[in-house]
């Protein structure tokens, strides 16, 4: 039902003029919206603002609940005393319970099993997979980080032997030489074939070559002592 009023023509220019009187004094006059204005005819509102009509048609702001709109003079009136800023709102239709007739037992028949409805089977399985939710988060195991890999690096070069070590990108020990024997012992533990025969060759080569700067040293040595020997002692 639209309340009196509301099917009135509109502002007229003489009530244009005391609202903007009002509105310029910090006034919020109430105004009743029109038919023109759609489903909210009959409801009240306040005006906040007048824009300029030369612009648009819809120049009136009026505060209609938490929204500020803009509406055409004409579809508006001025607010009769005493009228609410809004219509009790209509009461909700209910649809009525649709009731299920209990099936009949008979004796010597089997019983009629009435299937749920859909609304109700959707809501279990929505229960049931909510309520098994928290129980596949909870099981999820999280694994802890693996540690980078451990390299040990055993190398020969220029007549040295070296060990190194790093984990991963980072440096632990840099290379610095050991003795052949050490170098021996840890190829020991590595049961490769190869690996044996190579250290046997380098460790061949040094000895040969030990041997021969040792003979070396031993000619210049007896040069040496041939040399003392025939030089005369003095006194």
Do not use: C, N
């Not at 007048?50 to 500020?68: H, Q």
């Not at 010597?108 to 959707?122: F, L, N, S, T």
């Amino acid at each position: 039902m639209v309340a009196a009023g509301a099917g009135a023509g509109g502002l007229s220019d003489e009530e244009l003029g005391v609202i903007r009187e009002a509105v310029a004094a910090g006034r919020k006059p109430k105004v009743m919206f029109t038919e023109s204005a759609g489903q909210i005819a009959g409801q009240v509102g306040q005006v906040v603002g007048l824009a300029d009509p030369a612009v648009s048609d819809e120049w009136v702001v009026v505060r209609f609940g938490r929204d500020e709109l803009p509406f055409s003079p004409a579809d508006l009136v001025v607010a009769p005393r005493g009228a609410g800023a809004r219509r009790p709102a209509a009461e909700p239709v209910v649809d009525p319970v649709r009731v299920v007739p209990e099936p009949e037992f008979k004796l010597g028949e089997p019983p009629v099993v009435v299937p749920a409805r859909r609304e109700q089977v959707e809501e279990e399985a929505t229960v049931d997979e909510g309520a098994q939710r928290p129980a596949r988060r909870a099981a999820k195991v999280v694994k802890p980080k693996a540690p980078a890999g451990l390299t040990v690096t055993l190398a020969y070069a220029d007549g040295e032997w070296t060990v190194a070590a790093a984990q991963g990108a980072k440096a632990l020990a840099k290379p610095y030489v050991i003795r052949p024997a050490e170098a021996l012992k840890m190829v020991a533990l590595v049961d490769v074939p190869g690996v044996h025969e190579a250290v046997e060759q380098i460790l061949a080569s040094e000895r040969a070559e030990a041997q021969r700067q040792a003979e070396k040293l031993r000619a210049e040595l007896a040069e040496v002592e041939a040399r003392l020997a025939e030089l005369p002692e003095v006194g």
